[in-house]
């Protein structure tokens, strides 16, 4: 079990069942003005998740989850994280993605990172998941993990408040040609594949 983290600084939960490098990677995290809870299996992880969630206890801002752990998949504990509503904020960092997989992660709003990565990288990642997190609304939340721009958010919104392409354009004083535009372009960064399924995803609460 980790110590208890300060009650200032971002917490992030870091499992990985392979010492070294989660003693590298929290030290990434510490001078990097985070605390860190590192549990080396699925059941540790879950404990950490109930002890952290008591009344008193400080909120988990982030998770980085390893795939090849002792008890099981990583991917078993998106639900857990999806209950604790930290689905938005959780980033599996592994050197068992495939293409599959990754696509799997992404329509379930999960961003997927391949070992090894650099210290700036992972920190910037980390960065994000933070600032997901600390984001409220879903469809807010949804446009930070994916690192969308201040007008692709702001369209994305409009869509999903039930605006068309015409009066989404209106709006921001551009070209219907130029909305879809945009469109392609989130699409694209989302990995979703149709404005449908993109929609969706933006509004569902993850």
């Given at each position: 079990m980790?110590?208890?983290?300060?009650p200032?600084?971002p917490?992030?939960?870091?499992?990985?069942?392979?010492?070294r490098?989660?003693?590298?990677?929290?030290k990434?995290l510490?001078?990097a003005?985070?605390d860190?809870a590192?549990?080396p299996s699925?059941?540790t992880a879950r404990?950490e998740?109930?002890?952290?969630?008591?009344?008193?206890?400080?909120?988990?801002s982030?998770?980085v989850?390893d795939?090849?752990?002792?008890?099981?998949h990583?991917?078993d504990?998106?639900?857990?994280l999806?209950?604790s509503g930290?689905?938005?904020s959780?980033a599996?960092?592994?050197?068992?993605?495939?293409?599959?997989?990754?696509?799997?992660?992404?329509e379930?709003?999960v961003?997927?990172?391949?070992?090894p990565?650099?210290?700036?990288?992972?920190v910037?990642?980390?960065?994000?998941?933070?600032?997901?997190h600390a984001?409220?609304?879903?469809?807010?939340?949804?446009?930070?993990?994916?690192?969308l721009?201040?007008?692709?958010?702001?369209?994305?919104?409009m869509?999903?408040?039930?605006?068309?392409?015409?009066?989404?354009?209106?709006?921001?004083?551009c070209?219907?040609?130029i909305?879809g535009?945009?469109?392609?372009?989130i699409?694209r960064?989302?990995a979703?594949?149709?404005?449908?399924?993109?929609l969706?995803?933006?509004?569902?609460?993850?």
């Open positions: 980790s110590p208890d983290p300060s200032s600084a917490i992030v939960l870091l499992v990985e069942d392979e010492e490098v989660a003693r590298t990677l929290g990434i510490r001078q003005g985070f860190t590192i549990a699925l059941a404990a998740l109930a002890r952290l969630a008591r009344p008193g206890g400080a909120a988990i982030a998770v989850l795939l090849l752990l002792p008890d099981g990583g991917t504990l998106l639900g857990d999806k209950a930290l689905l938005a959780t599996v960092l592994s050197v068992a993605l495939d293409g599959d997989l990754t696509v799997e992660l992404l379930r709003g961003i997927a990172i391949p070992k990565i650099g210290a700036g990288a992972f910037a990642v980390v960065l994000r998941l933070v600032a997901a984001v409220g609304d879903p469809v807010a939340r949804f446009c930070v993990a994916h690192a721009s201040a007008r692709q958010t702001e369209l994305l919104g869509y999903c408040a039930g605006l068309g392409r015409r009066q989404c354009a209106a709006r921001l004083g070209s219907t040609e909305v535009t945009h469109l392609k372009r699409l960064k989302t979703r594949g149709t404005l449908r399924e993109l969706a995803a933006g509004r569902r609460e993850t």
